[in-house]
């Protein structure tokens, strides 16, 4: 299988998108997109995904299983059918190139969708327009809505999240490219205290007991406010580490609590590390919160989290329940801080395993990245929830 990469910049009012391969570009001339009419796909495709979570609470709620509620199911169905078609959109803009080079524009994209399932793509951008990329779908038409089971994922493995091993990185200081391990991650754990103790009462005590001794732990136990997170932190960022929240958010805020915000100005001032990129060491952050990956412009994380001695995040497209996201969080840790998966790696793994709502997170750091030795420990082995739109949880994040 092939490594493929999109290197995008912004050219002339349009974004410049150069398609390669392992060994040459895909395609003779780059493509010239219309960034408005790119975004105003990507908005689509975003609130079909809010449908989605939507949808997965309000059976959550109810206790029903997709497997015996044929009405439930056939919604569901509906649902993915709207994300796919929503995806199709995003696509065509991706290859429908401005200066009328139709013919190679189509050349180029009929290459990226003959590549094999597995196969690497990251996505270069030193410009802040963002894309959710795993739910671009590759084929000319979406599956038929009668055929398709919204169960399984294989049934639906033209999203580029089902297809490609998917990273998106904005390019702003230095990054990791040799993929060479950060090594043990010291992990600082920063929560909303409320929402936390709220979801995690509702998960299996199996998976509860796992949650709390992980954090238990941790050198630090976890924060659940800004200040004691400013406190802590200076003994953490000397270090390889793994900045870790679980709170309410959107794409420009992290909520601690009610009076208790962290913008992303704050955010880089919070947690400037200049001395670590001296040094070789680097932060990977997970925001686990809604719409962490939404932000516009100089107030989005997907620039702060590439500042000085940060390597990127993996953050959401929209809203997220919060008992799945507890869930998702613990097994994608698992992944990559216990058995060193790569972080693509770790993150197509999950895809399938938490279908669908895993298309509601994605992978925004270098694509090299991963942990070395793993620490001692028990592994949890914890397999995801059997029906995971079921068990997502009672509300948002």
Not at 53 to 76: H, M, P
Not at 152 to 178: C, H, Q
Not at 203 to 225: A, K, Y
Not at 280 to 287: I, Q, S
Request: proline share 5%; with cysteine.
């Amino acid at each position: 299988m092939a490594d493929l990469a999109a290197g995008i910049t912004l050219d002339g009012g349009f974004l410049k998108f150069i398609w390669r391969n392992e060994t040459a570009p895909v395609g003779r001339v780059p493509i010239h997109v219309n960034e408005d009419l790119l975004k105003k796909a990507a908005k689509g495709a975003r609130a079909r995904l809010g449908e989605l979570t939507d949808f997965s609470v309000e059976i959550s709620r109810a206790g029903i299983d997709l497997a015996t509620n044929l009405a439930k199911k056939n919604e569901c169905r509906s649902l993915l059918y709207e994300l796919a078609c929503a995806g199709q959109s995003i696509h065509k803009q991706l290859f429908t190139d401005m200066k009328g080079r139709d013919k190679e524009a189509s050349s180029t994209r009929a290459k990226i969708d003959q590549e094999v399932a597995g196969s690497r793509l990251a996505i270069w951008t030193d410009c802040f327009c963002h894309v959710p990329w795993g739910v671009v779908y590759s084929k000319k038409a979406p599956l038929p809505l009668a055929s398709a089971d919204p169960t399984n994922p294989s049934d639906y493995a033209e999203f580029w999240g089902m297809k490609f091993r998917l990273a998106a990185v904005f390019k702003r200081g230095e990054i990791i490219t040799d993929g060479h391990p950060l090594g043990n991650l010291k992990m600082l754990t920063v929560l909303n205290q409320s929402t936390f103790n709220d979801a995690l009462s509702r998960l299996p005590s199996t998976r509860q007991e796992r949650l709390t001794s992980r954090i238990g732990r941790l050198p630090h136990g976890s924060v659940s406010n800004s200040n004691d997170t400013k406190s802590i932190w200076p003994q953490t960022f000397n270090d390889h580490c793994l900045l870790f929240f679980y709170c309410h958010a959107n794409g420009t805020r992290l909520e601690l609590g009610p009076t208790d915000t962290i913008n992303v100005l704050e955010f880089e001032e919070l947690f400037d590390r200049p001395s670590a990129e001296e040094s070789g060491k680097f932060c990977l952050t997970f925001l686990n919160g809604c719409s962490t990956a939404v932000g516009e412009g100089s107030e989005a994380f997907q620039a702060a989290t590439m500042a000085p001695g940060f390597c990127g995040f993996i953050g959401t497209e929209e809203r997220v329940p919060d008992a799945f996201a507890l869930e998702f969080a613990e097994d994608l840790l698992e992944y990559i801080d216990e058995q060193q998966v790569p972080l693509i790696d770790a993150m197509y793994l999950m895809r399938s395993q938490y279908w669908p709502l895993s298309l509601l997170y994605g992978v925004y750091a270098d694509p090299a990245l991963r942990t070395g030795v793993a620490p001692t420990g028990t592994k949890s082995g914890v397999a995801p929830p059997t029906n995971v739109l079921t068990s997502s949880g009672h509300k948002s994040l």
